[in-house]
């Protein structure tokens, strides 16, 4: 069996060939591939027995039908009699019961729209009445209808979004006083943020204003809102407003954010399918802006969990030069091929550095110069080395939802892979950018929005300081990328105090790699991510650079 892996020798772009018998993939994937049925029947005993079960697709009549009995029940407030509709009444039951006492809806009316295969959209209008407070208030949102596999009757295939398209499993639906007091957040000098001046900040304003806002003097007011099911920080949403019935007294809240900075994230980011950037204040730890594009939807600058490709070579060089195995101008070819675990790696179109040093592998991305470190390390150095020096996949408290990245214990092949940010390395732009802000200042500073003498938390501490030695090592690798490397296009031009890292990092069944690029200039450090662009120095370059102009 013939097993090979090529890894791109610029930005870390990665290919896999396998050959013979079996199969690997570096990053994993998954599938929804099965056996699909397309009618079945139970079988009857001769001279009669149990009757046939519809099955196969549902018709018109049977999707429509069911959709409108199921609608006129929820209507006439038959919770009970609509749950039965479903395929889960018992869950059915309790959110539809729930409904008109939690958002407190009069006159309820449905429009149902024509239905789309097994679905039906639909729009509910309806008046809120709430201590002596109206207004109206409607939304579309739809159901589907599917075949129940044991009775062969079509049912409504329950889901939270039933009940409002923007719910999700446990969120609740409320008309009430609010939890906390809107906000006025202001940047650090004290310009106001608000959604409509920076759209891109919508989420983020409302993850503050969940934490904050009882901590401001202002007053809530009465709204129609989701609250969100308390879950993992990662992942955890915002508490949304839909409706105001009565204005609350807005309470003061300074971040740590930059409008100019945070401006030109957002106009970098923009019309760049789900990118995302970040930039932070080195020194300090301070962020200074979060951008995504679309504007709504996942904060994946924060949250996202990704695998940073070549970007995390900055983070290897370290520990490489930590461990005395190499240095900037130490010789430290890039070979065609090098083969851990079994796996051979290959650099993209067979490319090698021939009786280079480690600062040219560096700064042209080389792979195979890191990988063919792994024979000499332990299987947890790297995760010991990014927690311990840069502070990835510590608790930190940043005043909004994160997610702290994770380098996992790996080893062989995967180990190999980790070293140059795929296997099961995973990060996103805050904590890409933090590796750029540790660079430049040569020690971890825990990101964060919201100063944390205001609510006491204690911010993340790194356990070990990185090396003096390492420190402008790394800095004169970062600079040699970005002047003559493969950042040297997307900086060209800065001036001052420049260090940069570019990355492309390969996900399963996707044509073009996931673009990274982070960079620091002055007390200004940034990060970026195109996803499925191609090379990080060509479609994310452009969106740190402008960031760091502004900055």
């Not at 060089?317 to 930590?322: G, H």
């Not at 800065?494 to 890292?501: E, F, N, R, Y």
Request: glycine share 12%; charged share 20%.
């Amino acid at each position: 069996m013939r097993r090979e892996v090529r890894y791109g020798l610029i930005g870390g772009a990665v290919a896999l060939v396998l050959g013979g018998v079996g199969g690997y993939t570096l990053l994993g994937g998954s599938g929804d591939g099965g056996a699909q049925e397309v009618r079945t029947a139970r079988d009857g005993k001769p001279g009669g027995g149990a009757p046939e079960v519809e099955s196969g697709p549902l018709s018109a009549g049977e999707v429509t039908g069911t959709a409108g009995k199921f609608l006129d029940a929820w209507k006439a407030g038959a919770a009970d009699r609509a749950a039965a509709l479903t395929d889960d009444a018992k869950a059915a039951a309790a959110g539809l019961a729930a409904y008109p006492e939690q958002t407190h809806f009069t006159d309820l009316t449905f429009t149902p729209g024509k239905a789309t295969g097994d679905k039906v959209a639909y729009t509910v209008a309806a008046q809120i009445s709430y201590k002596g407070m109206k207004a109206p208030y409607s939304y579309g949102t739809s159901l589907t209808v599917k075949r129940d596999k044991e009775t062969g009757e079509p049912r409504v295939a329950w889901a939270p979004g039933i009940l409002h398209p923007q719910l999700g499993k446990g969120d609740v639906l409320r008309t009430g006083e609010a939890e906390a007091p809107p906000i006025k957040a202001v940047d650090r000098n004290g310009a106001e943020l608000t959604k409509e001046a920076h759209p891109a900040l919508a989420g983020v304003l409302d993850s503050l204003r969940d934490k904050y806002g009882k901590k401001t003097d202002g007053k809530p007011g009465v709204e129609l809102s989701i609250h969100r099911a308390a879950g993992d920080k990662a992942t955890q949403k915002p508490d949304e407003t839909l409706k105001v019935l009565s204005k609350g007294k807005p309470g003061t809240l300074k971040t740590t954010l930059d409008a100019t900075v945070q401006a030109a994230a957002e106009k970098a980011v923009k019309g760049k399918p789900k990118a995302s950037a970040v930039a932070v204040k080195p020194s300090t730890g301070e962020i200074l802006a979060i951008a995504n594009s679309p504007e709504k939807g996942f904060n994946t600058a924060t949250q996202g969990s990704l695998a940073p490709g070549s970007t995390m070579k900055v983070v290897t060089a370290s520990m490489l030069i930590d461990k005395g195995l190499t240095a900037p101008g130490k010789p430290h070819p890039c070979e065609k091929f090098v083969t851990v675990g079994g796996w051979k790696f290959q650099n993209l179109n067979k490319t090698e550095i021939k009786n280079g040093t480690f600062a040219q592998s560096f700064a042209a991305s080389c792979n195979n110069a890191f990988i063919a470190m792994a024979p000499k390390l332990k299987d947890d150095d790297l995760t010991q080395q990014a927690r311990d020096v840069f502070g990835i996949g510590l608790n930190w408290q940043t005043g909004i939802p994160t997610f702290d990245g994770a380098v996992p214990v790996q080893s062989d092949a995967q180990m190999a892979a980790s070293l140059i940010g795929q296997g099961g390395v995973r990060m996103n732009p805050l904590t890409v950018a933090s590796v750029a802000a540790t660079v430049r200042t040569g020690g971890f500073h825990q990101p964060y929005i919201v100063a944390p003498s205001l609510d006491g938390r204690a911010l993340a501490k790194a356990p070990r300081a990185m090396k003096p030695a390492t420190a402008s090592a790394l800095k004169s690798l970062m600079k040699l990328t970005a002047t003559s490397g493969t950042a040297a296009e997307a900086m060209a031009g800065l001036s001052g105090d420049v260090g940069a890292k570019t990355g492309s990092a390969e996900v399963d069944g996707q044509e073009k790699p996931n673009a990274w690029f982070t960079a620091y200039r002055g007390d200004v450090a940034a990060a970026a991510v195109v996803p499925a662009s191609g090379h990080g120095g060509s479609n994310a370059g452009p969106v740190v650079r402008s960031i760091l102009s502004a900055g």
